[in-house]
């Protein structure tokens, strides 16, 4: 016979509540803020077997939000459906967001994925035999391993296996060759470990030596630069010992339960002596301080909440103390932070004190947050439980933080107005869900349009304003601003190598009297080494500047 709780209580006294059908499947579950207003569920679940879906309802004070899910016939999740607010037409509007559709082959591996698309609310409990904009397809060996996953611009990422040699001694090769032609080994031993890394930047080949003890432990980290990271452990896995080429030796010791009971670190081992290590106290395994080798006033403490105290704090921590002043938390019915008071010395003669709150819904969701200056701020959510407006009461001040948020079914923004009038729309690409557009208007007026573009691996490429300033008349008379190009560049480990800076406009002088000027371009140079030099090149215009960074560690 299986038993289910019908009710849990926790340390706090705060309870949960469960109810089962004759079958002994779910129906509710009632969180602590639902019983405390009387709502008759938190979740709840509804089974429809014969069709092959189940119904969930999440309660929510601005609508519950419904969320179906379809079988198939090996009951394998095939699509879900779930109430969704879309920016359509200049304002948010409620539909049904369908999963995106997965195909698979005959040996059930999904090799073809589609978009999310949306549907009207009132079809939200029927199967949809659409298909969304195409997503990626994949594709695999003999065995199940993915060979290759194209993307619905082209881009394609291939992966290739075959037995390499590690030291001289046979292992799985992995070699992954990435949309931009770049590719990548990595070798594996019988046990699944990762025994070598290979990358390739600028003709240089940069590898990295895993070395492991008998249980698997990584004993040693071989880098590019011929230097090593040591690790030692003791007979229950614990790490005793971390010896970093840069960071120097760490040794740890522990108590029997496990917990950390001294560190050493190479500094304070130069500095102090072996006794100079930091030790941690604890009260059964909650932390209680941490000690300092020296100035006694910088240790810290902290303090937990006991049996029968108030604002739930039983069992959680209640106060941590140290030598800048001390901060106290108060808990929420479900166990969350829902105000703090921070304390600082500033000087023995200068204490302030913050209060900083926040309340939260079942979802956790922000709800209120009071500030020091008792300025309160409240979030506005959708009928999909998206953040829509943000406002603002400060000493009876009423005032709009964020006006309209508006997002696709992707769950992208797509639209936000703020308090002042601001607009912004966002435009994604529908191959890649990229952000292509950000257009900037006030008074109906662009002030930025921003266009993006990117490489196949998805690095920023270019940032174009197009804006022109001198249409701004009526907000911008000095024609402030003005076009500009960001350029970037990146090598075969997408680190950034060129930083480039166009400006059309530039204005100096008095704002009465502005002085318009074109202007020519930044080139900023990053060139990465494996040992000894740094160099970090600047051109500005025609002139170049060179700063060789020696590394010394």
């Not at 397809?137 to 199940?144: M, V």
């Not at 492991?212 to 614990?238: C, I, M, S, W």
């Not at 290590?277 to 300092?292: A, G, P």
């Not at 076009?483 to 950034?496: I, M, W």
């Amino acid at each position: 016979m299986n038993y289910a709780p019908s009710v849990t209580t926790d340390l706090n006294g705060q309870k949960m509540e469960y109810t089962y059908d004759a079958l002994g499947r779910q129906m509710t579950i009632r969180a602590p803020y639902e019983i405390e207003s009387g709502q008759p569920f938190t979740i709840r679940f509804e089974y429809f077997p014969a069709e092959r879906k189940a119904h969930t309802i999440h309660y929510s004070k601005e609508g519950n939000i419904d969320t179906y899910t379809f079988a198939d016939s090996l009951m394998r999740a095939v699509q879900t459906k779930q109430t969704g607010v879309v920016w359509s037409g200049g304002s948010n509007q409620k539909v049904s967001i369908v999963s995106g559709r997965a195909v698979t082959d005959a040996f059930g591996r999904n090799i073809t994925a589609y978009y999310p698309m949306t549907e009207t609310l009132g079809n939200i409990g029927t199967y949809n035999h659409a298909t969304g904009n195409l997503q990626a397809k994949t594709e695999y060996d003999a065995h199940d391993r993915t060979t290759s996953v194209t993307l619905a611009d082209g881009s394609v990422t291939r992966t290739a296996y075959s037995i390499g040699s590690h030291d001289g001694e046979p292992m799985l090769q992995t070699t992954v060759t990435d949309a931009l032609g770049r590719h990548a080994e990595c070798y594996t031993d019988a046990k699944g470990r990762n025994r070598e890394t290979v990358q390739h930047a600028r003709g240089e080949d940069i590898t990295v030596k895993y070395n492991y003890d008998p249980v698997g432990q990584v004993l040693t980290v071989q880098h590019p630069n011929g230097r090593e990271t040591k690790y030692a452990y003791d007979l229950l896995g614990r790490k005793l010992m971390v010896n970093h080429p840069d960071a120097g030796e760490t040794d740890m010791t522990y108590d029997a339960a496990g917990n950390l009971l001294t560190k050493l670190t190479a500094e304070l081992r130069k500095s102090i002596s072996d006794k100079g290590y930091i030790s941690y106290t604890y009260d059964f395994e909650r932390l209680h301080e941490v000690l300092y080798p020296e100035n006694l006033f910088n240790r810290v403490t902290y303090t937990y909440g006991k049996a029968g105290d108030k604002y739930n704090r039983a069992g959680r921590l209640a106060l941590v103390e140290d030598a800048s002043g001390g901060e106290a938390y108060y808990y929420g019915r479900q166990g969350e932070v829902t105000k703090t008071i921070r304390t600082v010395m500033a000087s023995v003669a200068d204490i302030r004190t913050y209060v900083y709150g926040t309340t939260y819904d079942s979802w956790n969701r922000v709800q209120t947050m009071t500030y020091p200056d008792g300025e309160v701020v409240t979030y506005h959510y959708n009928a999909a439980g998206q953040v829509e407006r943000m406002t603002s009461n400060k000493q009876g001040r009423q005032s709009v933080i964020v006006d309209r948020i508006g997002y696709d079914k992707e769950g992208h923004t797509v639209y936000t107005k703020l308090g002042n009038g601001t607009e912004a729309t966002y435009t994604y690409d529908k191959q890649r869900e990229r952000l292509q557009v950000m257009n900037l208007t006030a008074d109906g007026q662009t002030v930025m349009e921003n266009r993006y573009r990117y490489d196949a691996v998805d690095n920023i490429l270019s940032i174009t304003n197009a804006a022109n300033p001198t249409s701004l008349t009526k907000l911008n008379k000095a024609k402030l601003g003005g076009r500009s190009s960001h350029t970037y560049e990146y090598d075969e480990l997408n680190r950034l190598v060129s930083f480039g800076m166009y400006t059309e406009f530039l204005v100096f002088g008095h704002k009465k009297r502005p002085k318009l000027l074109k202007f020519g371009r930044f080139v900023y140079i990053f060139v990465y080494v494996l040992r000894k030099t740094l160099i970090f090149k600047v051109y500005c215009g025609e002139r170049l500047f060179l700063l060789n960074l020696q590394i010394v560690s």
